[in-house]
C-alpha cells in the first residue's frame, strides 16, 4: 500500500494561489497514475486532476482547466497542484490518490492520503 501525505493547504482571498504537495512512499510503481479529488460540505468528492507518473500525461476537470496544473517530481515521489486565480467554488478538502488506472474515475484510485483544507474568501 502507497502511503500519501498532502500539504500546503491554507485559508486565501479569491484570485490568489496555493500550491498542493503530496508525498509518496511505500510501494510506488512506475505506471501509476496520481490523481487529486476534492471534497467540499455536504458534496461528493470530486476529480480534479490526474498525471500519469510513466510519461506525465495529464487530464483536468472542466472547472479547473486555465487555472490548475498538475506536475510531478519523480526523483522525489512528489505530485503538485499548482492552483492559480482561486474562486470560493474551490474550497474543500483536496486529497491526494494513487492508482493504476489510468482516468478520473474515483472508484479506480486505491489509495488516498488524508486531505489537506482549501478555503477561499471572496
Known amino acids: 500500500q502507497v502511503q500519501l501525505v498532502e500539504s500546503g493547504g491554507g485559508s486565501v482571498q479569491a484570485g490568489d494561489s496555493l500550491r498542493l504537495s503530496c508525498a509518496a512512499s511505500?510501494?510506488?510503481?512506475?505506471?501509476?497514475?496520481m490523481g487529486w479529488f476534492r471534497q467540499a460540505p455536504g458534496k461528493e468528492r470530486e476529480f480534479v486532476a490526474a498525471?500519469?507518473?510513466?510519461?506525465?500525461?495529464?487530464i483536468y476537470a472542466d472547472s479547473v482547466k486555465g487555472r490548475f496544473t498538475i506536475s510531478r517530481d519523480n526523483a522525489k515521489n512528489t505530485v503538485y497542484l499548482q492552483m492559480n486565480n482561486l474562486k470560493p467554488e474551490d474550497t474543500a478538502v483536496y486529497f491526494c490518490?494513487?492508482?493504476?488506472?489510468?482516468?478520473?474515475?474515483?472508484?479506480?484510485?486505491?489509495?488516498w492520503g488524508q486531505g489537506t483544507q482549501v478555503t477561499v474568501s471572496s
Open positions: 498525471m500519469a507518473r510513466s510519461d506525465g500525461s495529464k
Open positions: 511505500g510501494p510506488i510503481r512506475s505506471t501509476y497514475v
Open positions: 490518490a494513487a492508482s493504476t488506472v489510468w482516468g478520473g474515475r474515483r472508484g479506480d484510485y486505491d489509495d
